[in-house]
T-cell receptor
Framework: GIQVEQSPPDLILQEGANSTLRCNFSDSVNNLQWFHQNPWGQLINLFYIPSGTKQNGRLSATTVATERYSLLYISSSQTTDSGVYFCALQRGNTPLVFGKGTRLSVIA | DTEVTQTPKHLVMGMTNKKSLKCEQHMGHRAMYWYKQKAKKPPELMFVYSYEKLSINESVPSRFSPECPNSSLLNLHLHALQPEDSALYLC???????????????FGSGTRLTVV
């Protein structure tokens, strides 16, 4: 099956700092999503981005499908950004597969 | 309505109990999923329903029994669970199995299950 690799596994930021999270994958995909899992366990869909660039407030994402990677940018981080960020992929009809996640801690 | 609703949010059950988890969506999605997530791990697929038919069972033990009564509802029946089954159980839906919509998969907020 498709392989998903996220980096870094852990990240600690000072409030106000910027960061870039990376997701590498092993094959072409028809679905790529970035999720934020908050401390209560809720998976919040940030972006559906199998290709191209999208922005939503302080967050933006870019997927370069031909080079098989996606980046999630967080600018001016806030303590509420803490949690785990997952990249999840789908190829054809196979169900969504998750990477191991990046655990982000933003400290005041 | 762009949500997947899961009930209950928390559940504590004994190893001899029978309980059910419920999941509901009204987005017209025709594929629904159960995922299991252990602490500090990513979600892992358990079951896939497509057009109300079970299409994937990821070798899940029979003490977990899924049911899709209609296109909006998905249940997970639990019986004779073990303490190691304690986890967060997440339900998701998508337009179809290929997720061909601008939103991809939508997840519910999960049921945190503790087996004692």
């Amino acid at each position: 099956g498709i392989q998903v690799e996220q980096s870094p596994p852990d990240l600690i930021l000072q409030e106000g700092a910027n960061s870039t999270l990376r997701c590498n994958f092993s094959d072409s995909v028809n679905n790529l999503q970035w999720f934020h899992q908050n401390p209560w366990g809720q998976l919040i869909n940030l972006f559906y981005i199998p290709s191209g660039t999208k922005q939503n407030g302080r967050l933006s994402a870019t997927t370069v499908a031909t080079e098989r990677y996606s980046l999630l940018y967080i600018s001016s981080s806030q303590t509420t950004d803490s949690g785990v960020y997952f990249c999840a992929l789908q190829r054809g009809n196979t169900p969504l597969v998750f990477g191991k996640g990046t655990r982000l801690s933003v400290i005041a | 309505d762009t949500e997947v609703t899961q009930t209950p949010k928390h559940l504590v059950m004994g190893m001899t109990n029978k309980k059910s988890l419920k999941c509901e969506q009204h987005m017209g999605h025709r594929a629904m999923y159960w995922y299991k997530q252990k602490a500090k791990k990513p979600p892992e697929l358990m079951f896939v329903y497509s057009y109300e038919k079970l299409s994937i069972n990821e070798s899940v033990p029979s003490r977990f029994s899924p049911e899709c009564p209609n296109s909006s509802l998905l249940n997970l029946h639990l019986h004779a669970l073990q303490p190691e089954d304690s986890a967060l159980y997440l339900c998701a839906s998508s337009q179809d199995r290929a997720g061909r919509v601008v939103y991809g998969y939508t997840f519910g907020s999960g049921t945190r299950l503790t087996v004692v």
